[in-house]
Structures are given as structure tokens and as C-alpha cells.
């Protein structure tokens, strides 16, 4: 995790996204245990209070379970659960934006390709004409023959 803090969110809110994005990102798995709030607290040098309300969000929300005398453990199918939150969040506020400056500024989806090509040279832009590219479902095999 990074040490550094935003000013304008609160460390608890921005502890919880750490976390969330761990576990989007593979880092932490299911049934994989969180650092421990002494540890977080002493590392980021924190308050383990400030800790514990990020932990307890995520408890809330059933992405991580606690486990008496054990610690607070990923919950089963939290990244799934996180996925379809994050996609819908990104399709409802993110996109809208982005679809607009890339009309506003005429941008082709060839331009569009290349572009993200180039920014994530290791994955290949899903082509128009697959149905379902891109999908969850989707083995790594096939998106190792696509790039080729």
C-alpha cells in the first residue's frame, strides 16, 4: 500500500479503497487475511482507531469477515461482488464523461486502439467483431491467441 494520503477524503475512506482495489487487483484473494491493524496502524504510522472504522467498513459491507482471535479474513466472493459494483459505478459515472470528450474531440476507434495499445502493450484491445470479448467468462488462452 502507499503511504500517501489525500487531504481532502478521510485515511479511513482511503484505507477501505486500498483495500478494495487489493482485492479487485488479485493481490488479496479470498480467504486471504488483511494485515493486522497494529501492523497497518504502525507501518502508515496511524491512529489503529483510524484502522479499525476503514476494517469495519469493510466488514459492513460483507467484503471481509472477522474472525475472533484470528484477525479479519477476504470474504467468498467478495472480487466478484466488488467487479459488478465497480463495473456498474464506472458505466453510470465514469463513462458518460469519457464518451463525451471522445466524441468532442473526434477520436476514431482506430486512434482508440492504438492508444490503448500503446498505454497496455501486454493486452490486446478486444477487436468490435468478438462477441463477449473481454468478458469474465474468457480463458487466458484465448486472450494469448488474439495478441498474436
Do not use: H
Not at 51 to 74: A, C, I, P, S, T
Not at 91 to 118: N, Y
Amino acid at each position: 500500500m502507499d503511504p500517501q494520503w489525500d487531504d481532502s477524503v478521510p485515511i479511513y475512506r482511503q484505507l477501505r479503497d486500498r483495500v478494495v482495489a487489493m482485492i479487485l487487483e488479485g493481490v488479496l484473494k479470498e480467504g486471504d487475511p488483511l494485515p493486522s491493524v497494529r501492523s497497518v496502524a504502525a507501518d502508515f504510522r496511524l491512529n489503529p482507531l483510524t484502522v479499525l472504522k476503514g476494517y469495519q467498513q469493510l466488514v459492513d459491507e460483507e467484503l471481509v469477515e472477522k474472525r475472533r482471535g484470528r484477525g479479519m479474513f477476504v470474504s467468498p466472493g467478495a472480487r466478484k461482488a466488488l467487479m459488478k459494483d465497480e463495473r456498474q459505478r464506472f458505466l453510470e459515472d465514469e463513462w458518460p464523461r469519457i464518451s463525451a470528450t471522445i466524441q468532442r474531440l473526434g477520436l476514431s476507434q482506430e486512434e482508440l486502439q492504438r492508444a490503448a495499445a500503446a498505454a497496455q502493450p501486454q493486452a490486446a484491445w478486444p477487436s468490435a467483431t468478438v462477441k463477449g470479448a473481454g468478458s469474465e467468462g474468457e480463458s487466458e488462452g484465448e486472450d494469448d491467441e488474439r495478441s498474436n
